[in-house]
Every structure is written in structure tokens, then in C-alpha cells.
């Protein structure tokens, strides 16, 4: 059994400053690519980072020199350090995790999801 649990997420004034943590448990073997995604009421859910296990990171155009994603592979833990929110960074936060269990399972693993809300 394998669990992806998010914390962080919260009310904040635009300009201001959040850091989401996702935390994945269990018998984990190994974990590939670590993202977080985000998703407002009628859309999408989409991708606003990625880091691989090496450390390369990838953003969403409208998050580049805002947000910075981070991993620290022994506690099987990512971050986002969001800075500069807008209101249109409002949106609930899904942590998402490509993992190997130790049972050599092989699966996209998601969290339960932090609602981050930015007010003006």
C-alpha cells in the first residue's frame, strides 16, 4: 500500500508566499517523476511541475519564476515553494508520483489534494 499525502495548502494574500509538501509512505522500491498538477471547478486537471529522480525540473509557463519544485529522495518528499501568488494561482493542489513498490508494482500514485486559495 502506498500513500501520497499533501499539506500546506491554505489561505493566502496575492503577493504572498506557500510551500505544499507531498509525502509518499509505504513499501516503496523507488520513485521516478514526482509532480504537482492543479485543477479549478469545470477544468482540466493540469501539470504545473515536474522533478525527476536525477532533478530535473520542469514548470508551466505561467508559474516559470514563480514557483520551485524540490525533492528530497530519503524522505521520499516533494515540494512546490509557490511565491508571488495571484488569484488565478487559486485551484486545489494534486500531488502525483510515478513509484515502484517494493513488490515490483509499477503505478501513477495520486494524493488527496490541498486547496490553495489566493484572495485580493
Known amino acids: 500500500q502506498v500513500q501520497l499525502v499533501e499539506s500546506g495548502g491554505g489561505l493566502v494574500q496575492a503577493g504572498g508566499s506557500l510551500r505544499l509538501s507531498c509525502a509518499a509512505s509505504g513499501s516503496i522500491f523507488s520513485i521516478s517523476f514526482m509532480g504537482w498538477y492543479r485543477q479549478t471547478p469545470g477544468k482540466q486537471r493540469e501539470l504545473v511541475a515536474g522533478i525527476s529522480s536525477g532533478g530535473s525540473t520542469s514548470y508551466a509557463d505561467y508559474v516559470k519564476g514563480r514557483f520551485t519544485i524540490s525533492r528530497d529522495n530519503a524522505k521520499n518528499t516533494a515540494y512546490l515553494q509557490m511565491n508571488s501568488l495571484n488569484p488565478e494561482d487559486t485551484a486545489v493542489y494534486y500531488c502525483?508520483?510515478?513509484?515502484?513498490?517494493?513488490?515490483?508494482?509499477?503505478?501513477?500514485?495520486w494524493g488527496q489534494g490541498t486547496q490553495v486559495t489566493v484572495s485580493s
Open positions: 502525483n508520483a510515478g513509484i515502484i513498490t517494493k513488490e515490483w508494482y509499477n503505478s501513477d500514485y
